[in-house]
């Protein structure tokens, strides 16, 4: 039997004018275009935050507790203690990112290979689909006090909390992918052809089921920085001194009634980046959309 192929140059050739196509409709979209310039601006502030920060994150100023937004040299106020709210926040969504970012990489770098294997090995996938049970049956808060206690409260054990939590999403969309992609006419010519489950894993399935797991990806960040929020303000994250946006709730809490700007600041900015995730991942899946070709 002879299986025909596609010339590389024509997929290359397509698959540059594919990128054109998403990038065409991510740029007609203002909401992906306020959103990405967003996230552009604060991963800039985030990795350039040691060096922008007006102070240290630990110098504190007793003349100057409770100082409001707009004090001379503390243009988003001071807290209790006369540190910089702004140098906080600032060094605060540094290390919020970078628990998202962990987070989301251990879910993608465990999830990822078990979804494909439960959605191409139907002897795996039996398997995979209770371990994935197993995984949603223990509560994220319930799993990050474990953490916490075996190993004690720090950024990374905080990542590892939240990136375990998210595994069962991942398995599922990859798997639901797979399962899809595994149907289609390629596929079956690969196999017809001779290829190795593994090489059309690598070579037919994982590019095709990229685009969903990027999206996965997007919008699983949010939730990530929400997480991390919260088990910084239970006192299971980033601990103090260390600034995290999680930990400045829960001290400003005390003083919400004195300094409500403590409190406000910081929470603004986790909803912000939520919100600027959420946005940007709906507006990539829609440009993604192979569906939207038609309309």
């Known amino acids: 039997m002879t ?26 979209n203002p909401l992906a275009v306020v959103s990405f310039v967003v996230l552009a601006l604060a991963a800039l502030v985030a990795v350039l935050s040691p060096w922008l920060a007006p102070y240290a994150v630990e110098q504190t100023d007793f003349a100057h507790t409770f100082a409001p937004p707009g004090t001379p040299g503390h243009v988003l106020g001071t807290d209790d203690l006369g540190r910089d709210v702004l140098s906080r926040i600032m060094l605060g969504a540094r290390a919020s990112l970078e628990v998202a970012i962990l987070a989301v990489a251990t879910s993608l770098v465990v999830g990822v290979p078990l979804g494909l294997a439960a959605g191409y090995f139907r002897a795996w996938d039996a398997v995979i689909s209770r371990f994935t049970d197993l995984l949603l049956a223990f509560p994220f808060l319930i799993m ?83 997480g991390e929020a919260v088990l910084s303000f239970l006192g299971l994250g980033i601990q103090p001194p260390a600034p995290s946006l999680g930990t400045m709730l829960a001290t400003a809490q005390q003083f919400a009634a004195r300094a409500p700007w403590a409190a406000v600041l910081p929470g603004v900015v986790i909803m912000g980046l939520a919100l600027a995730f959420n946005v940007f991942g709906d507006a990539l899946r829609d440009a993604l959309d192979p569906k939207g070709d038609r309309r």
Request: overall charge positive; hydrophobic content about 55%.
């Open 144 to 226: 990050a006090v474990g953490l916490a206690a075996i190993r004690g409260a720090s950024l990374t054990n905080a990542a590892v909390a939240v990136g375990i939590a998210q595994i069962p999403g991942v398995i599922r969309v990859v798997r639901s992918d797979t399962l899809r992609l595994k149907s289609l006419d390629f596929v079956a010519a690969a196999v017809v052809d001779g290829a190795s489950d593994l090489w059309v894993l690598a070579r037919h399935i994982l590019p095709n089921a990229t685009s969903v797991i990027l999206v996965q990806a997007t919008v699983a960040i949010p939730t990530a920085i929400l």
């Open 3 to 28: 299986v025909l192929s596609v010339p590389m140059a024509d997929t290359g050739t397509a698959s540059v004018t594919r990128r054109t196509r998403i990038l065409r409709r991510l740029r007609r």
